[in-house]
């Protein structure tokens, strides 16, 4: 495993040459794209909080990351960056608070939502109802359809209709052999 000023990374985790700092944890086919694109005009709404948060920043106008869990949000929040806002929504996965966990609160506006912690399933439809009113966005979907995190006929069925690019780690192993690590980027009109 790399390591950085005492941080070990995990699997498929990167460091950006260019700046040093933690790549969020999607595949790297993902990341390469993100970094094709210029976000730097761009507002994105991240769920799920994490050490590639500072990356993101940089290469975004604004960031605003919702976590749910106190101890990433606090380690995180400690860490911001001037861009960055982060939002404490304490809930667990699987406890009917979607409603709340999810809220795109007045004057976030993002342009790009990415979903990479609980209530998957409910994010996609979220985003592309948001979406849908404002004109057209993108939703990052991180674990997409992969075995042991995420597997969702609702989820495909809701993305189905949108053009995806679909970015498969082929170097993971921690999955059945069939539904690999891959990170989806759905782009809702």
Same mark, same amino acid.
């Given at each position: 495993?790399?390591?950085?000023?005492?941080?070990?990374?995990?699997?498929?985790?990167?460091?950006?040459?260019?700046?040093?700092?933690? &790549?969020?944890w %999607?595949?790297?086919?993902? +990341?390469?794209?993100?970094?094709?694109?210029?976000l730097? &005009?761009?507002?994105?709404l991240? %769920?799920g909080?994490?050490?590639?948060?500072?990356?993101?920043?940089s290469?975004c106008?604004?960031?605003?990351?919702? #976590?749910?869990?106190?101890?990433?949000?606090?380690?995180?929040?400690?860490?911001?960056?001037?861009?960055?806002? @982060?939002?404490?929504?304490?809930?667990?996965?699987?406890s009917?608070?979607?409603? @709340?966990?999810l809220?795109i609160?007045?004057?976030?506006?993002?342009?790009?939502?990415?979903?990479?912690?609980?209530?998957?399933t409910? +994010?996609?439809?979220?985003?592309?109802? @948001?979406?849908?009113?404002?004109?057209?966005g993108?939703?990052?979907?991180?674990?997409?359809?992969?075995?042991?995190?995420?597997?969702? /006929?609702?989820?495909l #069925?809701?993305?189905? /209709?949108? #053009?995806?690019?679909?970015?498969?780690?082929?170097d993971?192993?921690?999955?059945?052999?069939? +539904?690999?690590?891959?990170?989806?980027?759905? %782009?809702?009109?």
């Amino acid at each position: 495993m790399k390591k950085r000023n005492n941080m070990e990374l995990s699997f498929g985790q990167r460091l950006d040459p260019e700046n040093g700092l933690v &790549e969020s944890w %999607f595949t790297h086919g993902a +990341l390469d794209w993100i970094k094709s694109q210029d976000l730097s &005009e761009k507002t994105i709404l991240m %769920f799920g909080a994490g050490l590639g948060d500072r990356w993101l920043a940089s290469r975004c106008k604004k960031l605003i990351v919702v #976590e749910r869990n106190e101890e990433w949000y606090s380690k995180c929040a400690m860490t911001a960056m001037r861009n960055t806002t @982060y939002v404490f929504r304490p809930c667990n996965d699987s406890s009917g608070r979607a409603d @709340y966990y999810l809220e795109i609160s007045e004057g976030w506006e993002p342009n790009i939502i990415i979903n990479d912690d609980a209530y998957r399933t409910e +994010l996609c439809q979220v985003a592309v109802d @948001y979406f849908k009113e404002k004109g057209g966005g993108i939703l990052i979907s991180d674990n997409w359809n992969q075995s042991f995190v995420w597997v969702s /006929p609702k989820a495909l #069925e809701i993305m189905e /209709p949108f #053009e995806s690019k679909i970015f498969e780690q082929s170097d993971h192993t921690d999955n059945d052999g069939v +539904l690999k690590w891959k990170t989806a980027i759905h %782009f809702i009109k």
